[in-house]
């Protein structure tokens, strides 16, 4: 899909929607429309910045953009993550072709973020600015006899580029620089970096090959997708966004690549997502299963088998990366996203309960079993005391899917706990694991009993936020999934949420969300899938046609949260909890047909 559009930054930021991504496994960076790299975290996703204009105007950045009043036209290369752009000014066309290239063995000793230009007719000239910030530790510019490169804390970085890009200044942190593209010209720049490493310089040419490596491993990644329907190039996009969060150096699945981007502007909600939740990991291993994509989702559910199993003795909410504790929360002084502050990086949420894990996890592992896959006997064991935790942790008040400061019985954590007690009675049954299944089933059904004697309001003819309110939860649609209707009442209370937290095809989180907070990409995509699971499968698909077009606003990579007035995303991206939704409801209308 081409997206067109002239790009304009307002006190120095571009809307969240012009931003595309491109990443290797390891890194993402994101490209504004305007040509500038504004966020770069190397060489890991949860690295401290080398760019960030997101958070500072006036920030680091790798731009590479017209001298002159442009447009662009922009799209990803079909089947990739490899991104093309062209620049159209008075006196010409030319074309940039971006990717973060991968070698032949996977992902390179180093990070090589490549960008091809080609002059299609008349001539653009372009500016070059290279400006990292000093995230990583103070920057030390050096003349080795090899290449000018920049020190960065621990990182040895360099901009290659070739003789006819005219460096105008090259100063300890700020290397400038013209280009001319002439109809008919090609030529490729890139910044590389090392980490504690020797630094390689490849020959430009291998680089520019690289771009066309990457782009052919992306495609044939993408063609082997297991998806034919209605919604295909959808799909396939979504597929590719959510790609770029798998860390491949372990498996874990990052929650976003971004950290500290508003839920509202100018508001607080400013949060680190740069880590693994196991919420987020589950649904993305659920949504790489049903999509084919069994290696993906292999690394990631022994990554997030291994991580909990060695934690112990009960899971956490979240971990860094590497399997470890996620930083405490800490304040950075920037000026904050369009003056959105605090910007913050690590999680208060490390410290937090959350019950419903449990039926994330246990869920997974019963599709995974279901689909004619093996749990090693270390996973069967540690299945089987994860369901032995939820019979004697179920009653307690946790901070729910919401990761709210407030606890209370959230029905959420309550349906999530009835649900890994009947997939832990199933995966018994069937032999996965050992354990008592009766006492689990026994169990279930007394969650079930408590959450409608508890959690149900007559009032509202609904399942309410939590025990005790009026309050309604959107988080409740994912349940008609779960296979937890009974009596209608999830069809009434998909009713009574549509009604009182939708505006249009978008829907708010909670009661009183939309006085904090955009509405949620997810709860939308958790609407389609209510009505395809409770039966009525073509209204779910009028409704994902609605929803896809404030979703295209940026040809598929999702924020968090959607302004419902403005239409400009919110929080950060691209968001994995937003692809992998939209990747469920996309398979919950062929699930149900």
Same mark, same amino acid.
């Given at each position: 899909?081409?997206?067109?559009?002239?790009?304009?930054?307002?006190?120095?930021?571009?809307?969240?929607? !012009?931003?595309?991504?491109?990443?290797?496994?390891?890194?993402?960076?994101?490209?504004? @429309?305007?040509?500038?790299?504004?966020?770069?975290?190397?060489?890991?996703?949860d690295s401290p910045p080398l760019f960030n204009r997101l958070h500072d105007a006036d920030g680091g950045r790798f731009s590479l953009t017209p001298v002159h009043p442009f447009s662009i036209a922009r799209r990803y290369s079909e089947g990739s993550n490899v991104l093309e752009t062209i620049f159209v000014t008075d006196t010409g066309e030319a074309r940039v072709t971006e990717s973060?290239?991968?070698?032949?063995?996977?992902?390179?000793?180093?990070?090589?973020?490549?960008?091809?230009?080609?002059?299609?007719?008349?001539?653009?000239?372009?500016?070059?600015?290279?400006?990292?910030?000093? *995230?990583?530790?103070?920057?030390?510019?050096?003349?080795?006899?090899?290449? *000018?490169?920049?020190?960065?804390?621990?990182?040895?970085t360099t901009f290659c580029h070739p003789d006819d890009v005219t460096i105008v200044e090259d100063a300890d942190r700020i290397t400038t620089a013209r280009y001319r593209a002439e109809a008919g010209t090609r030529t490729c720049i890139a910044y590389l970096v090392a980490d504690k490493a020797p630094l390689a310089i490849p020959a430009l040419s291998e680089i520019d090959e690289r771009i066309d490596f990457s782009n052919e491993e992306w495609r044939r990644w993408s063609s082997k997708l297991s998806y034919e329907g209605a919604f295909q190039s959808d799909f396939v996009r979504c597929a590719l966004s959510l790609k770029f969060l798998l860390y491949s150096k372990t498996g874990a699945i990052a929650a976003a690549a971004t950290s500290g981007l508003p839920e509202r502007v100018g508001g607080d909600k400013n949060y680190d997502y740069r880590y693994a939740w196991i919420r987020d990991a589950a649904y993305t291993i659920k949504a790489f299963l049903r999509a084919g994509a069994l290696s993906e989702a292999i690394a990631a559910f022994g990554w997030l088998i291994r991580t909990i199993d060695e934690d112990g003795p009960t899971p956490s909410v979240v971990y860094t990366l590497t399997g470890g504790e996620v930083p405490d929360e800490q304040v950075i002084d920037v000026p904050g996203y369009r003056g959105s502050t605090p910007v913050r990086t690590g999680n208060r949420a490390k410290?937090?309960?959350? #019950?419903?894990?449990?039926?994330?996890?246990?869920?997974?592992?019963?599709?995974?079993?279901?689909?004619?896959?093996?749990?090693?006997?270390?996973?069967?064991? #540690?299945?089987?005391?994860?369901?032995?935790?939820?019979?004697?942790?179920?009653?307690?008040?946790?901070?729910?899917?919401?990761?709210?400061?407030?606890?209370? !019985?959230?029905?959420?954590?309550?349906?999530?706990?009835?649900? @890994?007690?009947?997939?832990?009675?199933?995966?018994?049954?069937?032999?996965?694991?050992?354990?008592?299944?009766?006492?689990?089933?026994?169990?279930?059904?007394?969650?079930r009993a408590w959450i409608d004697d508890n959690c149900w309001?007559?009032?509202?003819?609904?399942?309410?936020?939590?025990?005790?309110?009026?309050?309604?939860? *959107?988080? #409740?649609?994912?349940?008609?999934?779960?296979?937890?209707?009974?009596?209608?009442?999830?069809?009434?209370?998909?009713?009574?949420?549509?009604?009182?937290?939708?505006?249009?095809?978008?829907?708010?989180?909670?009661?009183?969300?939309?006085?904090?907070?955009?509405?949620?990409?997810?709860? @939308?995509?958790?609407?389609?899938?209510?009505? @395809?699971?409770?039966?009525?499968?073509?209204?779910?698909?009028?409704?994902?046609?609605?929803?896809?077009?404030?979703?295209?606003?940026?040809?598929?990579?999702?924020?968090?949260?959607?302004?419902?007035?403005?239409?400009?995303?919110?929080?950060?991206?691209?968001?994995?909890?937003?692809?992998?939704?939209?990747?469920? *409801?996309?398979?919950?209308?062929?699930?149900?047909?």
């Open positions: 899909m081409l997206t067109s559009l002239t790009p304009e930054r307002s006190g120095g930021f571009l809307p969240l929607e !012009h931003y595309a991504a491109i990443g290797e496994g390891r890194s993402v960076a994101l490209v504004g @429309a305007d040509g500038s790299i504004d966020w770069w975290c190397a060489p890991d996703m973060l290239n991968s070698g032949a063995g996977g992902r390179l000793p180093w990070c090589e973020l490549a960008r091809r230009i080609e002059g299609l007719s008349g001539h653009v000239e372009f500016e070059i600015v290279i400006n990292p910030i000093c *995230a990583q530790g103070n920057v030390r510019r050096v003349n080795h006899p090899n290449a *000018a490169v920049r020190y960065i804390g621990n990182l040895t410290t937090q309960v959350q #019950l419903s894990c449990y039926g994330d996890l246990l869920e997974t592992a019963a599709l995974f079993a279901d689909m004619g896959h093996v749990l090693d006997p270390a996973t069967a064991r #540690l299945i089987e005391r994860l369901a032995d935790q939820v019979v004697e942790r179920w009653q307690h008040k946790d901070s729910g899917l919401w990761e709210l400061e407030q606890k209370e !019985h959230y029905t959420f954590s309550k349906i999530g706990c009835w649900l @890994a007690l009947d997939r832990a009675a199933h995966l018994a049954r069937g032999g996965h694991i050992g354990g008592d299944a009766e006492r689990w089933a026994d169990e279930s059904e007394k969650v309001s007559p009032q509202k003819s609904a399942y309410t936020f939590f025990a005790g309110t009026e309050k309604l939860d *959107a988080s #409740l649609l994912l349940t008609t999934r779960f296979g937890f209707e009974r009596d209608g009442r999830l069809r009434k209370t998909r009713d009574a949420i549509r009604e009182e937290l939708s505006v249009g095809p978008l829907v708010y989180r909670y009661s009183g969300a939309s006085m904090e907070e955009g509405t949620f990409v997810a709860c @939308a995509c958790w609407l389609v899938e209510a009505y @395809a699971f409770l039966g009525q499968a073509d209204e779910a698909e009028r409704m994902l046609k609605d929803l896809l077009v404030p979703l295209g606003n940026n040809f598929g990579i999702l924020p968090e949260q959607i302004d419902a007035q403005s239409g400009e995303g919110l929080g950060n991206l691209p968001q994995g909890l937003s692809h992998l939704t939209l990747l469920h *409801a996309i398979f919950s209308l062929q699930e149900n047909r």
